[in-house]
């Protein structure tokens, strides 16, 4: 489906440069709104003052969106590029996101994540919108920048209509070291902070109340964690409220 560029693009910045949302593309049915992007910029704990997020929780349920009813409407695969410069093996990245997939994908009926194939051209693209949703490491200039993870959908316009088009995930491998905290807890864990990327790209927002720490998505982590493989509580009845 053609796309029309629209031609004033507005910036929304939110907690500082924590999520920027990005309206790029007019739907000519004019039933979605705009093609938007969204990026969460994932911090190592202590880097930024907890505050209240853009995930506003109903009480403290702790859970939070993209956007209301924003959610993939058929199986995403995607391509994981395992390439790094720590000797990471392919192995330990493939499994490490078949995991973190599989935690969001069994408490729903619908299968989320398709198939994630390895491909060593696949790239973070600077979150250009190319077709393609890839996993891979790199560079981030922001300061205490552990990943980033950009979201293209239509997060507008009617609940029924709003859908997520695409994702790309960025792990920073210059200012963190990487591999299984619980064989080295000074390492940042690869399943640990893959499982809260994923999440973004399934449909799920940041979380930073200081009472939702617990949470798979909350928005900052550190080396040596790794309670964030498994989802808490609310990331469960978020996800499960968002592909009801």
């Known amino acids: ?7 004033v693009a507005i910036v929304v910045l939110v907690l500082t440069g924590l999520v920027l949302a990005f309206p790029l593309q007019a739907d000519p049915q004019g039933d979605k709104g705009s093609l938007e992007k969204i990026t ?14 853009n995930a506003k ?15 993939w409407k058929t199986t995403e695969s995607y391509k994981i ?16 996101t078949d995991a973190a997939d599989a935690n969001w994908d069994n408490q729903v009926a619908f299968n989320i994540f398709g198939t994630g194939t390895v491909d060593y051209s696949a790239s973070y693209n600077n979150g250009n919108l190319d077709g393609n949703n890839t996993l ?14 950009t979201v293209w959908g239509y997060f507008g316009g009617p609940v029924q209509t709003r859908e997520l088009i695409e ?5 920073d491998q210059v200012d963190f070291q990487w591999g299984d905290a619980t064989l080295d807890p000074t390492k940042m864990d690869v399943q640990n902070i893959i499982t809260h990327e994923i999440g ?8 930073y109340q200081i009472q939702c720490a617990p949470q798979t998505m909350y ?24 592909y009801s």
């Not at 973004?200 to 979380?207: C, E, I, K, T, V």
């Open 136 to 149: 891979s490491f790199g560079s981030i200039s922001n300061t205490g920048a552990i990943a980033v993870t």
């Open 219 to 242: 928005g900052y982590s550190t080396e040596g964690e790794t309670s964030k493989r498994d989802l808490d509580s609310g990331d469960i009845t978020g996800i499960k409220k968002l």
């Open 200 to 207: 973004h790209s399934a449909g799920m927002g940041d979380l």
């Open 57 to 71: 929780p109903a009480s403290i349920a702790c859970y939070g969106f993209l956007a209301k009813g924003a959610k």
């Open 40 to 53: 969460f910029i994932h911090y190592k704990d202590g880097h930024i003052k907890q505050v209240n997020g």
């Open 81 to 96: 590029n395992p390439t790094n410069s720590q000797g990471l093996s392919q192995e330990l990245i493939v499994n490490s």
């Open 167 to 171: 994702w790309d995930m960025l792990l």
């Open 1 to 7: 489906m053609n796309k029309i560029l629209v031609t």
